[in-house]
T-cell receptor, first 114, second 117 residues
């Protein structure tokens, strides 16, 4: 079974803090994704990585950065957390096409910024 | 521009009745379509996909989806709903914009399915 794990299920941080969200997958997937989920807006892609040290901006990258130093690990960094970054953050991974398009998701991290 | 739409925020159905969750798409080229389900406080789980072939696709937990090219739709269906099917459902389409074939998906806004006993 594919397993995608996220470092925290719930996180409370203060405005201005630097926040690290970690994601680890055990399926040797090339692709890894960070999404943000908000009610009524669905999933919005923040960043995408298709290989170690390679990244691509998604639809809403402002205020975020990412790091992929090892194939299995993809970190999302909030440089200076703000209240409008309070949200559910979902990590996902997949093989690259044409092998597969299916993405496998972690359980999510609910981040509250106060 | 590519997009996927789920026109209903919520669908209510009685247990034992058939259910339909709607999805329409707009893409260039052949669509690759997906359905995911999210139970409370969990990540998304893959249900089924359409890449090519038969227009009726069968997936996990008794769900199926019908691809209709002329109506650009990919509705999720189940003949007999269970209370345990209550969850948030997302439709997604392969993103072929920019550098194509990266594996990115575009997700709809989600539909909450409520199955009442």
């Amino acid at each position: 079974d594919v397993k995608v794990t996220q470092s925290s299920r719930y996180l409370v941080k203060r405005t201005g803090e630097k926040v690290f969200l970690e994601c680890v997958q055990d399926m040797d997937h090339e692709n890894m994704f960070w999404y943000r989920q908000d009610p009524g807006l669905g999933l919005r892609l923040i960043y995408f990585s298709y290989d170690v040290k390679m990244k691509e901006k998604g639809d809403i990258p402002e205020g975020y950065s990412v790091s992929r130093e090892k194939k299995e690990r993809f970190s999302l960094i909030l440089e200076s957390a703000s209240t409008n970054q309070t949200s559910m953050y979902l990590c996902a991974s997949s093989f690259q096409p044409p092998v597969s398009y299916e993405q496998y998701f972690g359980p999510g991290t609910r981040l509250t910024v106060t | 521009a590519q997009s996927v739409a789920q026109p209903e925020d919520q669908v209510n159905v009685a247990e034992g009745n058939p259910l339909t969750v709607k999805c329409t798409y707009s893409v260039s080229g052949n669509p690759y379509l997906f359905w995911y389900v999210q139970y409370p406080n969990r990540g998304l789980q893959f249900l089924l996909k359409y890449i090519t072939g038969d227009n009726l696709v069968k997936g996990s937990y008794g769900f199926e989806a019908e691809f209709n090219k002329s109506q650009t739709s990919f509705h999720l269906k189940k003949p007999s709903a269970l209370v345990s099917d209550s969850a948030l459902y997302f439709c997604a389409v392969r993103d072929v914009g920019g550098a194509s074939n990266t594996g990115k998906l575009i997700f709809g806004q989600g539909t909450t399915l409520q199955v009442k006993p």
